[in-house]
């Protein structure tokens, strides 16, 4: 078994360095100054359920835009709050910013349907979708717009990062998070036939492009293109968010995308016995020598640093290093609980119980 968990070890070591080379040569955009005239236009959707508290902050950070959006779609999924009537009070006190507000009808329910429904409705040229409870800096927009006319993509995948941290457990969110932007900045027909999920509106969507146009996809690398999120507000929600997310892997029609699910589940299941190793071998020395075990788990930690340092650093999250070293002995188990978590049936979302 120590065989497999070093071959395994040094098999993750050297994908993360060959992502860790394709981050690095992504280059940096950057709009204009001066915007240059003819710039595709933009309607922007927010699904919205039960985002009283948020949606304000994002409106006011749409209408603060360099680039002004066409239209700003504001589509319910039945929220039992007062979204709707802070979203209509919202536009009729501020006419500079053009914003429809869908209700849902009767059977309507789900993201996917609020999306589906909010981009039939939309009059721009391009459609730009964010949730409620994002942050966006002035150029966001800009940045979409200019990097559409100069590429001439199919679809823009835009960076996210958490909010800046106020404890250990939002860092370590912050590195987990970013390792997820790393990836797909380094790797890189809507929603028929996964209506029936509630979660992966953006996943199945890059899947199904990708099938369309293949190569048309581009990573937007630019600090005023990355969307600031919020964390969970309690470790319920992070819990139920982390099944929501684990559902999906079932749905997923390649072979190869379960395989290398259980292949992750299994590597993260060596990596929690090999600590376990390490802890007992301190009591009972005897158990055999170590040295081994500690240079494998060296050479994965020298592979994160050097993958997430440099997306951290694009990130504005450099602060949060040190929390790569925290999620070592962490990870192994947080990564087991989340699999363990995907078999389970169903999770809470927004009020809403959810079973698949």
Known sequence: MAWIYFAATTGYALVLLLAAWHWGRLSVFRPPRVLPPGLPRFSVVVPVRNEAANLPALLTDLAQQHCPPLEVLVSDDHSTDDTLAIARAWA??????PVRVLAA?????????AIARAVAAAQGEWVATT????????????SLATFAEARSPKLIVGPVVFLPPRSLAQALLTVEFASLIGVGGAALGGYTG???LPSGDDEFLLQKVQARWPGQIRFLKGPAAVVQTAYPATWGEFWQQRRRWASKWRQHRSGWVAGLALAVFGYHLLGALAWLHLGAALVWPHLGPTEPILAHLLLKLFAEARFLGPVLRFLDRTGQWWAILAWQPLYPWYALAA????NRRGYQWKGRKVRL
């Not at 009729?92 to 910013?97: D, K, S």
């Not at 009808?105 to 993201?111: A, C, I, L, R, V």
């Not at 949730?131 to 800009?142: E, I, K, Q, S, V």
């Open 339 to 342: 699999g363990l978590l995907a």
């Open 194 to 196: 996964n209506e029936h």
């Open 131 to 142: 949730d409620a409870d994002c942050r966006l800096a002035p150029d966001w927009l800009a």
């Open 105 to 113: 009808s009767p059977g309507q329910t789900g993201k996917k349907t």
């Open 92 to 97: 009729q006190a501020h006419p500079q910013l």
